[in-house]
């Protein structure tokens, strides 16, 4: 009988979507992370080069989670 072995990590994904385009999201990037660290970053990263594209609102709240809610997460 054969055992097997999982990988213990955490799975991240940034999709893109248009709310006004019928058109299905689309999958961006994925990142394989070892520790919570790393997906924490690797998200950060993401976030940090997406917001130049998002509206003023948008942007304002992702730097936000950036430098308070990135802490509680």
């Known amino acids: 009988?054969?055992?097997k072995e999982f990988r213990r990590g955490y799975w991240c994904?940034?999709?893109t979507e248009d709310v006004t385009d019928p058109r299905p999201r689309a999958l961006v990037a994925s990142f394989d992370a070892?520790?919570?660290a790393q997906?924490?970053?690797w998200v950060a990263i993401t976030l940090r080069t997406?917001?130049?594209m998002l509206d003023a609102a948008a942007s304002e709240e992702a730097w936000e989670w950036l430098y308070d809610g990135r802490?509680?997460?």
Do not use: G, S
């Open 1 to 3: 009988m054969l055992k």
């Open 34 to 36: 070892d520790t919570a």
């Open 71 to 73: 802490i509680t997460t």
């Open 13 to 15: 994904e940034c999709w």
């Open 39 to 41: 997906a924490d970053r």
């Open 50 to 52: 997406m917001t130049p």
